[in-house]
C-alpha cells in the first residue's frame, strides 16, 4: 500500500507538470500574493530595527551577554602609557584598545579615595575597562588629602590632557566622556559631573560628596555602594540619590556584601554594572540597557536596585544628536580689556595652550582683541578662552589660555565695579604684584579692591 501511495503521489506530480498553462498562471499568482505579506513584514521588520543597531557608529565590539559582561576581560587587546606629574594632576596613566579600525573611543577619567594611589586602588579597573572599548585616565591626586572639589577639579584636568595633549588623544572622541571615582574621588566625580555638564556620564563609588548634592547634576549618574559600609553607609547614599532631579538620568545600587573598599579590588559585581552604564551613556549603545532596565539582568552580589528606567539614550547631549561645539563663533563684541592701574591691555604672546595672558601696551592687535560671550567665556582668536589653569580656585592660580571646552573653569563675570572674578571660584583677575609694567603676568587673588584688579572693556 505504502508503494501505490507513494506511486500515486509520483503520478499527480506528473500530472500537474502535464496541467494547462491557466493553471500555472493561477498558481503563480497564489504563490506570489502568499509571499507578498511575508516580504512586507520582513521588510518592516528591518526598517523598524533600533537605531543603535544600524546606524551608530560608538557600538563598538559583539553582542553582550550577562556572562560577557561579568567576564574579567572584553575583546579588546589593551596597552598603557605613563603619564607625568603635572597639567593640573599629580600623573598617572592612561589604558586604550590597540585596535585602530573601530574610530574613536569614548573616555573615562578615573580616581582614587582620600589619601589613596591609583596603583594601590584603582590600577586593577584601567585595563578591564579598557578592554571593553574604553579609553581610561587613572590618576593620582596633587595632595592625598585633597577634598572632594579638588578631586574633581583634577578629574576635569585630566580629561582636557587626555583629549588635547596625551599620546593617544587621537584615540579618543572629546564630545563622550565621563567620571568615576571611589569615596572622596567619588564626590569629585559628583562634582565634575556638577560643573561640566557636557559629560556624558558619572558612576561614582561610595561617594563622600561634602561639597555638593545631586541637585545641580544634569549628568546620567549611577552611584553604587555597598550595605555593610561603616564610612559611606546605605543611609548617607539614600539621603544623596533622593537630592537628584527628577529629569537627570540615574541609578542607584547597594551591594549585599562588601565594606567601603569595594571598588579597590578585582570586584566583578563592580563592573558588571560600571560597563553597561558607560555603554549606554558613552556609547549611546542600547544593546546594553538591557542589563539595567526595568530591572537588573543579574542579581547576584545586589541588595537592592532603582533606576530611571526606561533608558533613552538617544535624548537631547547624547552621542546620536550633533555634539555642541565649543569653538562656534562666540556672540558679542570684540574689546580690549585694559588694566585700570596700567592703562595696558590684556596681551596674549602667543596662540599656543598653556599661555598665560600679560599686561602689554595696547595695540588693538588680534592677540588683545577679546570677546565676552553669551556663555560668560572671555575668548580671544576665536577658539581659545581664559582659563584658570588646573581648575585652580586659590590665590596664585595662573590664567591661561586653553581651547575652549565649556567647563567652569573658562567662565568669567565681569562686573560693574571693574572687576573680572572667575564663575568658578569667585576671586579676581589679577595683575601679579600689583604690577602695571609690560610683561606683568596675570593671575588669580582674592578680591581685595585694589586698582590691579579692575579692569576696563573698551
Known sequence: MRHQSIGRTGSADADLGRSAPGMRRRLARLGAAVLAPVVAAV???????????????????????VDSVAAQRGTFETAQVVVPSGNGFNGGVIYYPTDTSQGAFAAVAAVPGYTASWADEGAWMGPWLASFGFVVIGIDTNSPDDWDDARGRQLLAALDYLTQQSQVRDRVD????????????????I?????????????????????QDLSNVTVPTMIIGAMN??????????????????????????LSDGGHGFPTWGNSQVTRRTIPWLKTWLD???RYTQFLCDSLAD???????????????GGPGDPSDPPT???????????????AASGRCLDVPTQANGTQPQLWDCSGGANQSWTHTDASELRIHGDKCLDAEGYGSTDGTNVIIWDCHGGDNQRWNVNADGTITSAMSGICLDADSRGTANGTPIILWSCNGGSNQRWNLE
Not at 561645539?325 to 588694566?339: F, H, K, L, N, Y
Open 174 to 189: 572629546p564630545d563622550r566622556l565621563g567620571v568615576i571615582g571611589h569615596s572622596m574621588g567619588g564626590g569629585g566625580a
Open 229 to 254: 559600609d561603616g564610612t559611606i553607609t546605605p543611609s548617607d547614599l539614600d539621603q544623596l540619590y533622593a537630592s537628584k532631579p527628577a529629569d537627570t538620568e540615574g541609578a542607584y545600587l547597594q
Open 284 to 286: 549611546n549603545d542600547t
Open 299 to 313: 542579581w547576584s552580589g545586589v541588595a537592592s536596585y532603582t533606576a530611571t528606567c526606561p533608558f533613552e539614550p
Open 43 to 65: 521588510a518592516a521588520m528591518i526598517a523598524i530595527q533600533p537605531a543603535s543597531a544600524q546606524e551608530n557608529p560608538y557600538e563598538k565590539g559583539p553582542d553582550p551577554t
Open 325 to 339: 561645539d565649543p569653538t562656534d563663533p562666540p556672540s558679542g563684541d570684540e574689546v580690549a580689556i585694559v588694566g
Open 191 to 211: 562634582w565634575a559631573a556638577e560643573h561640566r555638564p557636557s559629560l556624558k556620564a558619572a558612576v561614582p563609588y561610595a561617594p563622600a560628596s561634602f561639597s
